[in-house]
């Protein structure tokens, strides 16, 4: 879908600190790169909407990760808020079903309908979790077969649903894009440069590998974040997916 210029654009930066000034430092020291910013509920959970705003002040395009999976009436209300903060994308899950999706759908469209002009946040839908295997997948959660099977039929249902596109880890993209296009978005975390650390992620790729799947845009957080020097773990990951 989206082809930017400048591949820094591809990049959402998971901001996953306890308060502002963990993140604002980050900020600070990735100052010019034009990545896109994650707020997750760590960060949302502790500075509020007012720290999303300071980021839309700033110029950045935010991903509010919030994750929502609720009956249809309450992620409607939760999606509609959403969208008057004037975030650029968010999620729910997936498995709170078709009707959950469409009600989120709804929320963004009527939340939006006094205001033309204002641009729709990307509503994304997310699969199954990158920290999923298929093992947890099978034993754990009762679900069977290959995680790639059921990361498209959420992808499928999703796409039904009028969402623009899902998270899933790159592994499954190509097969996402086939089964739903190439526009429907991609968004994909489990991103680990070579030789960083895992830690709880389980399905995952490097940088380049993710870009060349065709992904739209790759999350990463602790490859930078945890980084001794983030501008430089930041600007490798670039070069390393610039063509
Ligand atoms: O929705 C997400 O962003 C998400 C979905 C998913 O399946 N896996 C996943 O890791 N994420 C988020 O992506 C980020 C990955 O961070 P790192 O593992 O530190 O690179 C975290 O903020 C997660 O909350």
Do not use: W
Not at 66 to 89: C, E, F, Q, W
Not at 100 to 106: D, K, P, V
Not at 142 to 164: F, H, M, N, T
């Amino acid at each position: 879908m989206t082809t930017t210029a400048n591949p820094a654009e591809r990049i959402i930066i998971a901001l996953d600190y306890p308060d502002v000034q963990g993140a604002e430092r980050l900020l600070d020291q990735l100052e010019g790169i034009p990545c896109y910013m994650k707020v997750g509920m760590e960060l949302f959970y502790a500075a509020g909407p007012q720290f999303v705003l300071r980021l839309k002040e700033a110029g950045y395009r935010v991903f509010l990760d919030l994750k929502l999976h609720d009956i249809p009436n309450t992620v409607k209300g939760g999606s509609a808020s959403v969208a008057r903060l004037g975030v650029d994308m968010f999620n729910v899950h997936a498995a709170g079903g078709r009707a959950m999706m469409e009600a989120a759908r709804e929320g963004v469209d009527q939340a939006l309908s006094g205001s033309p002009g204002a641009q729709k946040p990307l509503l994304i839908g997310v699969t199954q979790l990158t920290s999923t295997s298929r093992q947890m997948l099978n034993e754990e959660i009762g679900i069977d077969g290959p995680v790639e099977d059921a990361v498209l039929r959420y992808a499928s249902l999703a796409k039904r649903a009028g969402l623009d596109g899902v998270v899933a880890s790159p592994l499954e993209v190509v097969r996402i894009k086939g089964q739903c296009g190439a526009s429907f978005a991609t968004v994909t975390p489990g991103i680990r440069p070579a030789g960083s650390a895992v830690g709880d992620q389980s399905r995952i790729m490097t940088p380049r590998e993710a870009i060349e799947q065709g992904t739209d845009y790759i999350v990463i957080g602790r490859p930078i974040t945890a980084a001794a020097d983030p501008r430089q773990a930041l600007e490798q990951i670039v070069e390393s997916i610039t063509a």
